[in-house]
C-alpha cells in the first residue's frame, strides 16, 4: 500500500513537472512569435504596437531607430543654469544631429546678406521625435517657404525640444534668437502647457539652480526597461495586459463622450479659465518683446485628440484610457482650448480643427502625430507662415 502512494507521489511529481515544462515551452514559443513577428511592446507608450498599427512598414522601422538613436546618446539633455532652459548635448546619430546651440540640425554658418532666418520652437511635436526628418513642421515650412521665394536663402531652424511648452520655447528664442539672426519666431505649442496645468495647477517654471538635475524620459524610460526582469520586460504580458484593458476601454467606449468624460469640479473650471488668460497674456507679452526687437512671431494653437472628430479606434481607446486613469482629463483640454482663439495682433493661427472629417489614426499614441498627421499640420504651418512672409519680405 505504501509503495502504491510512493507511486503515486512520484506520478503527481512528474505530472506537476511536465505541467510546468508544457507552460514554459507555451510561453516561449509564444514569445518568440510575439518578438518576431508582433509589433507589441512594453515601453514608451508601446511605441511598437502603436506605429505597427499606424505607420507605414517603412516609417515604423524609422521610428524605431529613431528611439535607438536618441537612446544611445546616454544623458542627452543638458540644463543652462540661471535659465528655464534645458537644450539637447551636441551629437551626431544615424536619424538626429544636434548642433551646438542644442537643436537638431547642423552647426549654423554666417548669416548671409540674403537670408532670410525663420526659428520654430516647440516640443517633440516640433523636433518630430520619431519622424523622419523630411516629415517634420520645419522641414515642410522650409522647403515650401524656399519655392515661394526663389530670391531669397530662407532658412528654417527646427528648435523643437522633448517637454517643453510655450514658457520654455519663449525662453529658448530669447536666449538664442539674436546670436542666430532670426528674422521670424514661429511658436507651436499646448499640449505641454495643459498638462502641466492641469497636473501642477500652474505653467509658470523657475530658473535651473546650478546643481538641479533634468529628467531625462526617453532615455530613462528605455535604460529603466532594459533592466526590468525577463518577465516584465515580455511581450505576452503585454499583450495579456493590454487586452484586458481594451476590454474595459471597448465597454466605456460603447457610451458618448458626454456619458463618460466626467464634469469638471469648480476647482478645475476656474485653474482652466486661469490657463487661458496667462497663456494668451504670455503670448501678447512675447509679441511686443520680439516686435521691438525687429523679429515677426507666429503663433500656432496645434490640434488636440480631444477635438478630432472622427476618431480613429487607436484614437478612440486612447482618449477613453485617459478618462479611466484621470477622471476629467479631457474635458479640461477642451475647457483649456476653448479659451484661445485665432488674433491677427497677436498672430495667432489655429488648428483645433484640421483634423475634422480626418478618419485615419492622427495622435498614434495620443498627443504625437504619425507621419501623415505631420505631414498634414506642417503643409498647414507652411501655408499660413508664408501669408505672412509674402507681407513681410514683398
Not at 514559443?29 to 507589441?40: C, G, H, M, R, Y
Not at 487661458?276 to 523679429?295: L, M, P, V
Not at 480643427?353 to 507652411?382: K, M, W
Amino acid at each position: 500500500m505504501k509503495k502504491n502512494k510512493r507511486i503515486d507521489k512520484v506520478n503527481s511529481l512528474k505530472r506537476f513537472f511536465l505541467f510546468l515544462l508544457i507552460v514554459s515551452a507555451v510561453f516561449g514559443a509564444s514569445e518568440f512569435v510575439l518578438q518576431e513577428f508582433t509589433p507589441f511592446g512594453d515601453a514608451l507608450n508601446n511605441l511598437e504596437y502603436y506605429a505597427g498599427l499606424s505607420f507605414s512598414e517603412k516609417d515604423a522601422k524609422t521610428a524605431m531607430k529613431a528611439r535607438e538613436d536618441l537612446a544611445s546618446l546616454g544623458a542627452k539633455i543638458i540644463k543652462v543654469p540661471g535659465t528655464l532652459i534645458y537644450r539637447y548635448k551636441k551629437a551626431e546619430t544615424e536619424s538626429f544631429s544636434f548642433n551646438s546651440f542644442g537643436f537638431r540640425g547642423e552647426e549654423p554658418s554666417k548669416k548671409g546678406e540674403n537670408e532670410y532666418r525663420i526659428g520654430v520652437f516647440g516640443c517633440s511635436k516640433v523636433l518630430g521625435i520619431y519622424l523622419a526628418e523630411e516629415n517634420t513642421i520645419p522641414f515642410i515650412l522650409q522647403q515650401r517657404a524656399q519655392r515661394e521665394f526663389p530670391q531669397k536663402k530662407i532658412t528654417v531652424f527646427n528648435m523643437g525640444v522633448e517637454g517643453y511648452d510655450l514658457q520654455r520655447a519663449i525662453s529658448f528664442a530669447e536666449f538664442d534668437g539674436e546670436r542666430l539672426g532670426l528674422d521670424m519666431a514661429v511658436f507651436y505649442s499646448n499640449v505641454n502647457d495643459i498638462n502641466y496645468s492641469f497636473k501642477d495647477g500652474s505653467i509658470d517654471w523657475e530658473p535651473f539652480k546650478e546643481n538641479e538635475e533634468v529628467y531625462q524620459n526617453l532615455v530613462e524610460d528605455i535604460a529603466a526597461h532594459s533592466k526590468k526582469p525577463f518577465w516584465e520586460r515580455s511581450r505576452l504580458r503585454a499583450v495579456v495586459k493590454e487586452a484586458f484593458l481594451s476590454d474595459f476601454v471597448k465597454y466605456f467606449a460603447s457610451f458618448a463622450k458626454d456619458q463618460v468624460f466626467q464634469k469638471l469640479t469648480p476647482e478645475f473650471e476656474r485653474r482652466a479659465v486661469e490657463f487661458s488668460e496667462k497663456f494668451n497674456e504670455r503670448i501678447r507679452k512675447t509679441s511686443e518683446k520680439f516686435e521691438k526687437k525687429g523679429i515677426k512671431t507666429v503663433f500656432f494653437f496645434p490640434p488636440i485628440i480631444q477635438l478630432k472628430e472622427p476618431l480613429s479606434k487607436i484614437e478612440r481607446n486612447m482618449l477613453y484610457k485617459n478618462e479611466m486613469s484621470i477622471a476629467g482629463y479631457n474635458n479640461y483640454f477642451i475647457k483649456c482650448a476653448e479659451g484661445v482663439s485665432e488674433s491677427e495682433n497677436p498672430l495667432i493661427f489655429s488648428q483645433k480643427d484640421i483634423f475634422r472629417g480626418y478618419r485615419e489614426t492622427a495622435f498614434f499614441d495620443g498627443i504625437h502625430f504619425t507621419p501623415e498627421a505631420s505631414r498634414i499640420v506642417g503643409n498647414d504651418v507652411a501655408e499660413k507662415v508664408v501669408s505672412v512672409l509674402k507681407k513681410e519680405l514683398d
